[in-house]
């Protein structure tokens, strides 16, 4: 069973900036697609950034300038810069395997006051 774990969530005040790291076995990483997502109470999760073993980025239109996605060994990161309350959510690490499956940590829950 694959185990991720998230931390560095937090209340932050508008603009400021943030830094998650999900951390994980070194076998996670050299085979999994790695991402982030979050979820507010009524929503589904969605995607906010994703990196794939070759290092290729995707991110959510809204989080574009704003957020970057990194890696390395043992851990994956999101930077946040530029926070406004809007991504004021409960934010997931997600491991997905090459056939589809896929496995998440708890969750941290970042805070963006106004």
């Known amino acids: 069973q694959v185990q991720l774990v998230e931390s560095g969530g937090g209340l932050v005040q508008a603009g400021g900036s943030l830094r998650l790291s999900c951390a994980a076995a070194p076998s996670i990483f050299r085979s999994r697609t790695m991402g982030w997502y979050r979820q507010a109470p009524g929503n589904q999760r969605e995607l906010v950034a994703s990196?794939?073993?070759?290092?290729r980025t995707d991110y959510a239109d809204s989080v574009k300038g704003r957020f970057s996605i990194s890696g390395d060994n043992t851990q994956v990161y999101l930077q946040m810069n530029s926070l406004k309350p809007e991504y004021t959510d409960v934010y997931y690490c997600?491991?997905?395997?090459?056939?589809?499956?896929?496995?998440w940590g708890q969750g941290t829950k970042v805070t963006v006051s106004s």
């Open positions: 997600n491991a997905r395997a090459p056939y589809g499956l896929s496995s």
């Open positions: 990196i794939t073993v070759a290092g």
